[in-house]
């Protein structure tokens, strides 16, 4: 046995997504550890980023959750080397993560529901979650899209942010695919942070805006093109949050929120609304205000009698 094999520390992979797993099938290759928080690891490999998730963290796409609930007191740092080796994914000569007990997480799909436009009574349920989305983004001034300080940078950002969100309501409104184009590509990279307030929010409005069969669903190309044209201007981990986006991939609170949504379920959301606003300092908040919009924009479809 390879004695540095023989020193490493076993840590356990409980659930996956595909795109994860597929690197097992990939051996030889190599990347390095990216950044190191409490509850995530990111690690590029191939070109790509991937995440490693603590076991109390839902599932997401390129990522696994291991057995420890954090990371701090683990000795993983920024600039570790990362190697598939065995069917595991060795970090350093210190770790190695075995997937011999991890299940695959299959993601569901979630159709929207066109039929229910029609309905009173959903449009109705709409509003009423808009009104309760309004009330807890009220005070939630930490987000730019909400940001009461002082701060001439956040300010500034937090002005053109909300610019362009009306702006982007009105072009969908107003169904001007070419324009809105040029609008999401201003979105794109606008904030602070990991993942800027911009691409939260795009991700947000395209979770519940794009679902199969939703009468918006024919803005994608313009969404498509926005972000792939601007997406140098952000960080590399939000990037592949805003390409998973486009193809309805995301985190499965989200998930398990949009669903909720679509089926117009006359209960309490909050638990799901609560675990959204959980994601990060602000980009829970953030993806909030894309929801919120997109439910309005539905809101209207359904009253103009939108196909």
Known sequence: ????????????????????LDLLHQPLLTGNVEQVFNKAINFSIDNQLYTLLGSQTDNAPNSCRIINKDFLPLNIMAGDSVCILNNEIHIGEKYAISFLLCKKWNPPTVYFINEKLAEEKYRYFLQSKINEI??????????????????????????????????LI???????HQALTNIVSQFVGLGIGLTPSGDDYLVGLMAFLLLKHHPANSFYQSFYQGIYQSKANTTPISAITLE?????????????????????????????????????????????????????LTHYFGETHVD
Do not use: W
């Open 244 to 296: 998973k986006a486009l193809n309805q991939e995301y985190r499965e609170n989200m998930y398990q929120l949009i669903q909720c949504l679509v089926d117009g379920r006359e209960t309490n959301i909050y638990p799901q609304i609560l675990e959204i606003l959980n994601i990060g300092s602000s980009s829970g908040c953030d993806m909030l205000f894309g929801i919120r919009d997109a439910l309005f």
């Open 170 to 176: 009105n072009l969908l409104i107003n169904k001007r």
């Open 134 to 167: 309004d009330s807890i983004l009220n005070d939630k001034t930490h987000s730019l899209f909400n940001y009461q300080g002082d701060n001439g940078f956040y300010l500034e950002s937090s002005k053109k942010l909300n610019e362009l969100r009306s702006r």
């Open 1 to 20: 046995m390879d004695r540095h094999q023989s020193q490493r520390q076993s840590i356990y992979g409980l659930t996956a997504d595909a795109h994860f």
